[in-house]
Nanobody
Framework: QVQLVESGGGLVQAGGSLRLSCAASGRTFSIYTLGWFRQAPGKEREFVAAINWSGAITYYADSVKGRITISRDNAQNTVHLQMNSLKPEDTAVYYC??????????????????WGQGTQVTISS
């Protein structure tokens, strides 16, 4: 079992910044990749960013490249998502997810088998 808890969401003005965190516990040694996804009302859940658990290899959606950075704190088993230059279209519930089944499953929603409860991010104009 892997448990994931997100934090850091909130309300911020357009152009501002937020840092989301995902704390992993349980069988964290089995994780291949941890990813961030987001879902706005009425829309499909979409990939944002991911990081390889052991090798610190990162992946980003084209829509957020240059504005977000994903990183891992090894000592605390925590992954951070630093988001800058936020836009109203970034408003969504953000979820962290862990994949311990597919070594190369980094950017596809269906490849992840553990999910956090989500944290709301709202960007105002």
């Amino acid at each position: 079992q892997v448990q994931l808890v997100e934090s850091g969401g909130g309300l911020v003005q357009a152009g501002g910044s937020l840092r989301l965190s995902c704390a992993a516990s349980g069988r964290t040694f089995s994780i291949y990749t941890l990813g961030w996804f987001r879902q706005a009302p009425g829309k499909e859940r979409e990939f944002v960013a991911a990081i390889n658990w052991s090798g610190a290899i990162t992946y980003y959606a084209d829509s957020v490249k240059g504005r977000i950075t994903i990183s891992r704190d090894n000592a605390q088993n925590t992954v951070h998502l630093q988001m800058n230059s936020l836009k109203p279209e970034d408003t969504a519930v953000y979820y962290c997810a862990a994949n311990n089944k597919f070594r190369f499953g980094a950017v596809i929603t269906g490849m992840y088998n553990y999910w956090g409860q989500g944290t709301q991010v709202t960007i105002s104009s």
